[in-house]
C-alpha cells in the first residue's frame, strides 16, 4: 500500500481503539454476557428436555 494510505488506515485504528476505550457503550458487556447465558442455558433445556 501506498504510504497514505498506510498512514490513513493506522489512524482510524489509533482512532477506533481511542473510541473503545473511553467506554460510553450503550448496552453493558455484562448484559450481554448475562443474554448470551439465558439463551444458551434456554436451548440447551430445549435440547435435554425433547
Known amino acids: 500500500m501506498e504510504p ?3 498512514r490513513r488506515k493506522r489512524d482510524r485504528i489509533r ?3 481511542r473510541r473503545n476505550r473511553e ?3 450503550r ?3 455484562w448484559v450481554l454476557a448475562a443474554i ?3 439463551v444458551l442455558a434456554g436451548w440447551l433445556v430445549l435440547i ?3
Open 23 to 25: 467506554g460510553g457503550h
Open 36 to 38: 448470551l447465558a439465558l
Open 27 to 29: 448496552v453493558p458487556t
Open 15 to 17: 482512532a477506533e481503539i
Open 4 to 6: 497514505d494510505r498506510l
Open 48 to 50: 435435554v428436555t425433547s
